[in-house]
């Protein structure tokens, strides 16, 4: 267990276990300058330009700082179409980190979920059960004809809550389910780790023993989407009493042991790029081989290039380390509380992968056909250079008939890749949120002015419904005179 490090003082500091030796100069341009350029990405902050970002907050997707020993490794990568010997380091990595044998590599995680879906969604119909639906996963589940379930506890739609795993699978939920459905309709359970869009929140290891027992109770094989795998372990040795004095490598093997097919994006998992389908079963394994060449390119590099394979392995190795880990979801949890404190209405407890702001709350004005997390967003960005992403309706897909489909939550973002940011940066975002939600009524709604017809949020482009960008604008002059 990590040991806390206290100040004399008393204060509660998440004091950085690193230094910093690579550095990228930021820009935080004008006001002027980020209100043209919301207007040039429609409203969307996925369509802006780092040139007019300050924090880059959308995600901690492939922007996770490396370590040292990352960037050495990428070095001696052996370049060859097949059988590079980069592959079998990383393959070795695979097994001793998740322990399975078996490893397909894919260029990120959702190629893991075409494969996935592929491989074993057969009819028109069929039902994935699963605790809450990463975007990806969903649309890939529905490009196969599939269909999902989401079997959350309700404790897990109470925004400000105590709860420490508000990503448990409901057990009771999912055998009633089964029964109905029939197993034969279920070709898996998908489990994802610290489940990313209610919050980054984790379900604990005697959840997973659960769903475990009536996956085995039905023969219905268990998938765990291990993309944040590492933040779920370092929860669960923060907040599962029997776990107290274990490791993040006893936890990590506990969760992966129990699940038939663990697949994961390594943007995240290992702060590097691609991304990966195990299993100890070899017959899962034929059953997506043959995929991989099909989608991804051969078997021994699956479309990632051999430094990042390089980097993947050793960053594997790296997610045992509590100290790494611990880092972002400290940040995440200082964040959460001093804006909490502040009124700012925040997911609690706090999670992993960012700090979530409920915009449903502190936009309770904008209706959610006006999607009040993307108004959030956008507003954000205007007053603080700061870039976060949309996690709600924006995100959401219509349904098969064409309407609109409602998000269970509307949040805002704030990704806290690992060990990117200081703790003065954190300290400017929190400064920013709270102006900004003493000027909440300012914030106005948002249309779709053209919308894609997969996965819209990417490079969908939205306008104000009035000229509520321009008042910020104005009351932030106001506010802050000639500051940036
Ligand atoms: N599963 C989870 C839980 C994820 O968070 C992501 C990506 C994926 C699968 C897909 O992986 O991007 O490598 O294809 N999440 C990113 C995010 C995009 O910003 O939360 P990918």
New binding site residues.
């Given amino acids: 267990m990590n040991k806390e490090i206290k100040f004399f003082n008393g204060e509660n500091v998440p004091l950085e276990l690193h230094k910093v030796r690579v550095v990228q100069k930021l820009h935080l341009v004008p006001i002027e300058r980020r209100l043209e350029a919301l207007y040039e990405g429609g409203f969307n902050t996925f369509r802006l330009t780092t040139n007019d970002v300050f924090l880059d907050m ?4 492939g922007v996770n700082a490396m370590s040292d020993r990352q960037v050495a490794a990428m070095m001696h990568a052996d370049d060859a179409y097949a059988g590079s010997q980069s592959f079998f380091r990383l393959q070795k990595a695979v097994e001793d980190v998740l322990k399975k044998k078996y490893y397909l590599p894919v260029h ?4 893991a ?1 075409n494969i996935l879906a592929c491989a074993y969604i057969k009819k028109k119909g069929d039902l994935i059960p699963m605790n809450y639906h ?1 975007t ?2 969903l649309a890939h589940i529905t490009q196969y004809g599939g269909r999902i379930a989401e079997l959350l506890y309700d404790e897990a739609y109470n925004i400000s809550s105590s709860h420490p795993f508000k990503g448990n699978l409901n057990v009771e939920k999912l055998d009633a389910l089964i029964q109905e459905t029939g197993k034969e309709n279920i070709p898996f359970i998908r489990l ?3 489940t ?1 869009l209610i919050g980054g929140q984790p379900f604990s290891v005697q959840n997973m023993r659960d769903v475990r027992k009536v996956a085995d109770k039905y023969g219905i094989r268990l998938v765990l ?1 291990a ?2 795998l590492g933040e779920n372990a370092y929860l669960v040795l923060q907040r599962e009493p029997e776990f107290k004095n274990s490791t993040m490598a006893d936890v990590i093997a506990t969760l992966t042991g129990m699940a038939d097919i663990v697949y994961f ?4 998992l290992s702060s590097s790029r691609g ?1 990966g389908i195990c299993t100890n079963d070899h017959a899962i394994y034929r059953e997506m081989e043959a995929l991989v060449p099909l989608f991804e390119g051969f078997l021994t590099y699956g479309g990632i290039s051999v430094r990042e394979i390089e980097a993947m392995a050793v960053g594997l190795y790296e997610t045992l380390d509590e100290t790494m880990i611990s880092q972002s979801p400290n940040f995440i949890a200082y964040l959460v509380n001093t804006l909490t404190a502040k009124g700012v209405p925040m997911v609690t407890p706090p999670g992993v ?1 960012g700090a979530h702001v409920d915009a449903m709350r502190m936009c309770e004005h904008i209706p959610q056909t006006q999607y009040p997390a993307g108004s959030l967003a956008a507003a954000f960005f205007l007053i603080s250079g700061v870039r976060g ?1 949309e996690r709600g309706s924006v995100s959401n897909q219509r349904d098969e008939d064409g309407n609109e489909t409602y998000a269970d939550m509307e949040l805002l973002r704030l ?1 806290v890749p690992r060990r990117v940011f200081t703790l003065s940066q954190i300290k400017y975002v929190e400064d920013r949120m709270v102006w900004l939600y003493k000027h909440r009524k300012l914030i106005g709604g948002l249309k779709f002015v053209y919308e894609p017809p997969v996965l819209r949020f990417f490079m969908g482009g939205l306008e104000p419904v009035s000229d509520w960008a321009q008042k910020l604008v104005a009351q932030f002059k106001k506010d802050f005179g000639d500051s940036l």
């Fill in positions: 959308l995600t901690d997707s990120q995680g959702r190629a979920e990463f990806t996963a994802e780790a610290s990313n989407d993309s944040l994006s390594a943007r995240k991304g992968l992403m990704a």
